[in-house]
């Protein structure tokens, strides 16, 4: 059972502020926050754990609330090159395989 | 530091024939994860391969083979295809330490397409 992602698309002005959510119906493990550009490959941009711990990108935030399930993705003050999809992959339910949402299709315009 | 190489980047073939993708990993990782994402999707789980075996296993047919080699490349092999099949095949490298704790790291994936 795939994580929710919502929203499904977001198009913003340069420089604005998005939040990106991905929720689980299966307790989570640990979240991982992914971006892929049109045509390339996905990049890793942050890893959440249970705990509190998280491996990642200076420039981006995030958080995970365990007790909800649910991780949210924060995109601050947000350039051109942030355009692309956000896809959040889960570990849940003691499962050991990383399953991907649907991803949020982002547009950053000038 | 070479990062994730697939093989082919495209190709195309027709119903009922039977495919090979490659994959070399990022140097120092030794656990290859295969993932089928169709236009507009997330990726999904194909399998896992550390230390040459099938680890994890998602929800594909037993079409969809794969194999990994002593030097932790690996192989993704598709009998019998059919046109549902045509995606970008990517293939994501990590080291199996804590592998729930540490990024994969994608390929630029192969795009299939089935006639």
């Known amino acids: 059972q795939q994580p929710v992602q919502s929203p499904q698309a977001v198009i913003l002005r340069e420089g604005e502020d998005a939040v990106i959510n991905c929720s689980s119906s299966?307790?989570?493990?640990?979240v991982h926050w992914y971006r892929q550009k049109h045509g390339e490959a996905p990049v890793f941009l942050m890893i959440?754990?249970?705990?509190?711990e998280q491996k990642g990108h200076e420039k981006i935030s995030a958080s995970f609330n365990e007790k909800k399930q649910q991780s949210s993705l924060y995109l601050t003050a947000s350039q051109l090159s942030y355009s692309g999809t956000y896809f959040c992959?889960?570990?849940?339910?003691?499962?050991?395989?990383?399953?991907f949402g649907k991803g949020t299709k982002l547009t950053v315009n000038p | 530091d070479a990062g994730v190489t697939q093989s082919p980047t495209h190709l195309i073939k027709t119903r009922g024939q039977q495919v090979t993708l490659r994959c070399s990993p990022k140097?120092?990782?030794?656990?290859v994860s295969w993932y089928q994402q169709a236009l507009g999707q997330g990726p999904q789980f194909i399998f896992q391969?550390?230390?040459?075996?099938?680890?994890q296993r998602g929800n594909f047919p037993d079409r969809f083979s794969g194999h990994q080699f002593p030097n932790y490349s690996s192989e993704l092999n598709v009998n019998a295809l059919l046109l549902g099949d045509s995606a970008l095949y990517l293939c994501?490298?990590?080291?199996?330490?804590?592998?729930?704790?540490?990024?994969?790291?994608f390929g630029d994936g192969t795009r299939l397409s089935i006639l």
């Open positions: 140097s120092g990782h030794d656990t």
């Open positions: 299966k307790a989570l493990y640990s």
């Open positions: 992959g889960a570990y849940q339910g003691g499962s050991e395989k990383l399953v």
């Open positions: 959440l754990l249970k705990g509190g």
């Open positions: 994501a490298s990590s080291s199996q330490t804590g592998v729930s704790n540490q990024p994969q790291h």
């Open positions: 391969y550390y230390e040459e075996e099938e680890r």
